[in-house]
């Protein structure tokens, strides 16, 4: 069975700090796919990245980075000089990379609200 | 490009009875996966539609189904409500078979069951 588990459940920094999301998962899949997604009070979800399993190059785009340890099974999330808009809640999700469900049977950690104040 | 599109908005049932959600996927897509968010948690996975069939399907009971329809759009329909099911229902699509195409999600439908 996959896992994935968010341990932060609020953070609150104030803009333009350096807040890091982190994100421990489980599976006993070979292959599979990481996922971060933000959703603001609107609801919906809205994607951030996808990183594959056999890829664990570090990525950044913009403010935002990610740091992929296969060894330690964690997938941390990081906003550079946080504002305000960053306000949401944040969801890591695991995928399996192989099958008919692949890329859609997402099992989402319980999420981190993150509140950037000015 | 259009994006995921979910209707109504806010719905208000009672228990026992039955509701059915709609959603008309990103264009493109052929795929769509349906998600019930509990309030404070995280999305769970319903099931999935390709080519107008279930072809995956979480921890649901049966009285939860869906239809896709050729022009892609889908239905998520519950019978017998359960003061439960209240939740956000996320639709989301995505193109079947391509690597980089990940899950493009609705607004969602908040139901609330009374």
């Known amino acids: 069975a996959q896992k994935v588990t968010q341990a932060q459940t609020e953070i609150s920094v104030v803009e333009k700090e350096d807040v890091t999301l982190d994100c421990v998962y489980e599976?006993?899949?070979?292959?599979?796919?990481l996922f971060w997604y933000k959703q603001p009070p609107s609801g919906e979800l809205v994607f951030l990245i996808r990183?594959?399993?056999?890829?664990?190059q570090n990525e950044i785009s913009g403010r935002y980075s990610w740091n992929f340890q296969k060894s330690t099974s964690s997938f941390n999330f990081t906003i550079t000089a946080s504002q305000v808009v960053d306000s949401a809640v944040y969801f890591c999700?695991?995928?399996?990379?192989?099958?008919?469900?692949?890329?859609?049977?997402?099992?989402f950690g319980e999420g981190t609200q993150l509140t950037v104040n000015p | 490009e259009t994006g995921v599109t979910q209707s109504p908005t806010h719905l208000i049932k009672t228990r026992g009875q039955q509701v059915t959600l709609r959603c008309s996927s990103q264009?493109?897509?052929?795929?769509v996966s349906w998600y019930q968010q509990a309030l404070g948690q995280g999305p769970q996975f319903i099931f999935q539609?390709?080519?107008?069939?279930?072809?995956g399907r979480g921890n649901f009971p049966p009285r939860f189904s869906g239809l896709q329809f050729p022009n892609y759009s889908s239905e998520l329909n519950v019978n017998a409500l359960e003061l439960d099911d209240s939740a956000l229902y996320l639709c989301?699509?995505?193109?079947?078979?391509?690597?980089?195409?990940?899950?493009?999600f609705g607004n969602g439908t908040r139901l609330t069951v009374t």
């Open positions: 989301a699509s995505r193109t079947w078979g391509r690597l980089n195409s990940p899950l493009h």
């Open positions: 539609y390709y080519r107008e069939e279930e072809n």
């Open positions: 990183r594959n399993s056999f890829d664990e």
């Open positions: 264009s493109g897509h052929n795929t």
């Open positions: 599976t006993r899949d070979t292959t599979y796919y």
């Open positions: 999700a695991l995928s399996e990379a192989e099958g008919e469900t692949s890329g859609s049977r997402l099992t």
